[in-house]
């Protein structure tokens, strides 16, 4: 499995490569308008040099013909590129189009098993459900994910499996054992990864134990 880094902030993607535990990064609208950058570009491409596997790019566009263009320029933009685009009919259509040319698609805001299997049908290289969101409905976010699995190897399909909109660190749990291929999380829910209390206090007892022995280090 690989973790992903939901984010478009780079010196935080820049500290989750650094730890030899984030391989890729996804973005969205919303992500980058938090960064105040003034070329989309030139934002995607700092990304994509500090991150050493894919990063998803969304297009910001409704229709396939404008989904299309967008979609061509955005994967000139790095070779780590993966364009984002909507699970709707005019994004499976730029999918398949897109998926012919060579350039690889995410088809983003996944809500069910059906959107699902038709990324998968239309060549997506991944599928992102949206686990928060569904659970903010009061649906089963994760359910979906682990649907999608299963479906997805009933089939043999190649589409990755990509949990999104992932919240705190009990979501990546149960992505875990639903057995999703790629976790994208904030950058706060890496952190909380890390963490245990009794891994804190142990460093603590430790060194002050050591220190009580006065000895010399070597
Ligand atoms: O990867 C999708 C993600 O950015 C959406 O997360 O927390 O806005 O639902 P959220």
Redesign the pocket.
Known sequence: MRIFL?TANVEEIASGVKMGVVSGV???P??VSKEGCTSYKELVQKICKVTPGDVSVEVIEEDTRGMLTQARQIARWADNVVVKVPSTAAGLEATSNLKQEGIRVNM?LCFSVNQAVLAALAGAAYV?P?V??LD?IGEDGMALVGDIVDIFNNYAFETRVLA????HPQHVLQALRYGAHVI?M?YKVLTQMTKHPLTDTGIERFLSDWRSTGSAFS
């Open positions: 939901d996804t973005t969205n919303s992500l983003t992102s949206f928060g969101r903010d999104a909109s992932i919240r994208t904030p």
